[in-house]
Protein backbone atom coordinates (compact mmCIF):
# COMPACT_ATOMS: atom_id res chain seq x y z
CA UNK A 1 0.00 0.00 0.00
CA UNK A 2 1.43 3.47 -0.86
CA UNK A 3 1.85 6.91 1.46
CA UNK A 4 -1.35 7.63 2.96
CA UNK A 5 -1.96 10.99 3.17
CA UNK A 6 -3.25 12.40 7.06
CA UNK A 7 -5.91 14.94 7.65
CA UNK A 8 -6.32 17.65 10.24
CA UNK A 9 -9.36 19.46 10.49
CA UNK A 10 -9.44 23.07 12.66
CA UNK A 11 -12.41 24.25 12.69
CA UNK A 12 -14.95 26.51 14.96
CA UNK A 13 -18.12 28.40 13.21
CA UNK A 14 -18.02 31.06 11.00
CA UNK A 15 -16.45 33.84 13.44
CA UNK A 16 -13.72 35.54 12.48
CA UNK A 17 -10.85 36.44 15.14
CA UNK A 18 -11.47 33.12 16.77
CA UNK A 19 -7.47 32.10 15.97
CA UNK A 20 -8.24 29.41 14.10
CA UNK A 21 -5.74 30.63 11.11
CA UNK A 22 -3.08 30.81 14.04
CA UNK A 23 -3.77 27.63 15.33
CA UNK A 24 -3.57 25.94 11.78
CA UNK A 25 -0.79 27.78 11.32
CA UNK A 26 1.29 26.79 14.78
CA UNK A 27 -0.37 22.88 14.17
CA UNK A 28 1.82 23.32 10.66
CA UNK A 29 4.73 24.73 12.46
CA UNK A 30 4.83 21.95 14.76
CA UNK A 31 4.47 19.16 12.48
CA UNK A 32 7.12 20.52 10.17
CA UNK A 33 9.89 21.26 12.84
CA UNK A 34 9.13 17.35 13.51
CA UNK A 35 10.36 16.72 9.65
CA UNK A 36 6.84 15.95 8.43
CA UNK A 37 6.06 17.24 5.11
CA UNK A 38 2.50 19.53 6.02
CA UNK A 39 0.62 21.95 3.83
CA UNK A 40 -2.33 23.86 4.69
CA UNK A 41 -5.85 24.43 2.75
CA UNK A 42 -8.51 26.78 3.76
CA UNK A 43 -12.12 25.76 2.99
CA UNK A 44 -14.43 28.99 3.53
CA UNK A 45 -17.66 29.17 3.97
CA UNK A 46 -18.52 32.33 2.41
CA UNK A 47 -20.42 32.84 -1.07
CA UNK A 48 -17.94 35.25 -2.29
CA UNK A 49 -16.37 33.48 -5.14
CA UNK A 50 -12.74 34.87 -3.69
CA UNK A 51 -11.76 38.12 -0.49
CA UNK A 52 -10.62 40.29 -3.44
CA UNK A 53 -14.09 42.35 -3.22
CA UNK A 54 -14.66 41.67 0.13
CA UNK A 55 -14.71 44.73 2.83
CA UNK A 56 -11.86 44.15 4.70
CA UNK A 57 -13.05 45.47 7.78
CA UNK A 58 -15.65 42.97 7.77
CA UNK A 59 -13.54 40.09 6.34
CA UNK A 60 -9.65 41.86 6.67
CA UNK A 61 -7.04 41.88 4.60
CA UNK A 62 -6.57 40.19 0.96
CA UNK A 63 -3.54 38.47 1.08
CA UNK A 64 -1.96 37.93 -2.50
CA UNK A 65 -0.26 34.10 -3.12
CA UNK A 66 2.57 33.95 -5.99
CA UNK A 67 0.68 32.46 -8.63
CA UNK A 68 -2.24 35.58 -7.90
CA UNK A 69 -4.80 34.87 -5.78
CA UNK A 70 -6.65 37.16 -3.84
CA UNK A 71 -7.06 35.18 -0.71
CA UNK A 72 -7.90 35.31 2.84
CA UNK A 73 -5.05 36.88 5.04
CA UNK A 74 -4.94 33.49 6.95
CA UNK A 75 -3.10 32.41 3.75
CA UNK A 76 0.18 34.67 4.58
CA UNK A 77 0.04 33.25 7.95
CA UNK A 78 0.11 30.14 6.71
CA UNK A 79 2.78 31.06 4.23
CA UNK A 80 5.19 32.09 7.18
CA UNK A 81 4.39 29.52 9.54
CA UNK A 82 4.97 26.38 7.31
CA UNK A 83 7.86 28.44 5.15
CA UNK A 84 6.38 27.16 1.92
CA UNK A 85 4.76 29.23 -1.25
CA UNK A 86 1.06 28.23 -1.37
CA UNK A 87 -0.96 27.82 -4.21
CA UNK A 88 -4.79 29.05 -5.65
CA UNK A 89 -5.72 25.09 -4.82
CA UNK A 90 -4.82 25.73 -0.89
CA UNK A 91 -7.61 27.79 -0.69
CA UNK A 92 -11.38 27.56 -1.61
CA UNK A 93 -14.91 29.53 -0.44
CA UNK A 94 -18.65 27.88 -1.18
CA UNK A 95 -18.85 30.43 -3.99
CA UNK A 96 -16.14 28.94 -5.60
CA UNK A 97 -17.11 25.69 -5.55
CA UNK A 98 -20.72 26.24 -6.48
CA UNK A 99 -19.18 28.65 -9.23
CA UNK A 100 -17.43 25.72 -10.40
CA UNK A 101 -20.47 23.12 -10.52
CA UNK A 102 -22.40 25.56 -12.22
CA UNK A 103 -19.98 26.59 -14.83
CA UNK A 104 -19.58 22.35 -15.65
CA UNK A 105 -23.23 22.21 -15.61
CA UNK A 106 -23.47 24.59 -18.24
CA UNK A 107 -21.02 22.87 -20.02
CA UNK A 108 -22.74 19.61 -20.07
CA UNK A 109 -20.61 17.99 -17.95
CA UNK A 110 -22.73 16.34 -15.74
CA UNK A 111 -24.93 15.23 -18.92
CA UNK A 112 -28.80 16.27 -17.82
CA UNK A 113 -28.27 15.74 -14.67
CA UNK A 114 -30.39 17.05 -11.84
CA UNK A 115 -27.69 19.39 -10.00
CA UNK A 116 -28.24 19.11 -6.30
CA UNK A 117 -25.53 19.70 -2.93
CA UNK A 118 -25.19 16.14 -2.60
CA UNK A 119 -23.62 14.55 -4.46
CA UNK A 120 -23.06 17.31 -6.42
CA UNK A 121 -21.30 19.85 -4.27
CA UNK A 122 -20.33 17.59 -1.74
CA UNK A 123 -18.52 15.70 -4.60
CA UNK A 124 -16.58 19.23 -5.43
CA UNK A 125 -15.47 19.81 -1.82
CA UNK A 126 -13.70 16.19 -1.50
CA UNK A 127 -12.28 16.86 -5.09
CA UNK A 128 -10.83 20.09 -3.94
CA UNK A 129 -9.46 18.32 -0.40
CA UNK A 130 -7.77 15.39 -2.06
CA UNK A 131 -6.67 17.72 -5.16
CA UNK A 132 -4.18 19.45 -2.77
CA UNK A 133 -2.15 16.33 -1.40
CA UNK A 134 -2.36 14.87 -5.27
CA UNK A 135 -0.06 17.69 -6.62
CA UNK A 136 3.22 17.40 -3.96
CA UNK A 137 4.30 14.93 -1.56
CA UNK A 138 2.70 15.79 1.94
CA UNK A 139 2.39 13.41 4.84
CA UNK A 140 -0.51 15.94 6.40
Given at each position: ??????????????????G???????????????????????????????????????????????????????????????????????????????????????????????????????????R?????????????
Open positions: MGHQVKYIFVFGGVISGLKGIVASSLGYLLKSKGLRVTIQKLDPYLNVDPGTMNPFQHGEVFVLDDGSETDLDLGHYERFIDDSLKSINTTSSGRVYWDVLKRERKGDYLGDTIQVIPHITNEIKRILAVSKNDDYDI
